[in-house]
């Protein structure tokens, strides 16, 4: 069982930055793959960034890849997203979300996460 807390969230304008942290409780943090996920109002929750456990491999959506950096610190059971050059498109509700790692590789598909964290919110003014 892994619980997951999300923090960072925030209103700001267009152009900014913001840090996702979300923390993952257990000591078996380093077993699991790690994805943000984000869903806006009135639309489908969609992938944004995924991070193997070793942190050798990610994966962005195209719509954030060279604006978003996806890291994490095992030795803190912590998974990162820094986010610059916010768009107002990029207003959510994101989520962090874990998969125990298999022979399969990292994956994107929602579906493929065990756990998930409660979310936090994120707000681009233009």
């Known amino acids: 069982q892994v619980q997951l807390l999300e923090s960072g969230g925030g209103l700001v304008q267009a152009g900014g930055s913001l840090r996702l942290s979300c923390v993952a409780s257990?000591?078996?943090?380093?077993?699991?793959?790690m994805g943000w996920f984000r869903q806006a109002p009135g639309k489908e929750r969609e992938f944004v960034a995924a991070?193997?456990?070793?942190?050798?491999?990610?994966k962005y959506a195209i719509s954030v890849k060279g604006r978003f950096t996806i890291s994490r610190d095992n030795a803190k059971n912590s998974v990162y997203l820094q986010m610059n050059s916010l768009k107002p498109e990029d207003t959510a509700v994101y989520y962090c979300?874990?998969?125990?790692?298999?022979?399969?590789?990292?994956?994107?598909?929602?579906?493929?996460?065990?756990?998930w964290g409660q979310g936090t919110q994120v707000s681009v003014s233009s």
């Open positions: 257990g000591r078996t943090f380093s077993s699991y793959d």
């Open positions: 979300a874990a998969n125990r790692v298999t022979s399969r590789g990292l994956q994107v598909e929602i579906d493929e996460y065990d756990y």
């Open positions: 991070i193997a456990w070793r942190g050798g491999v990610t």
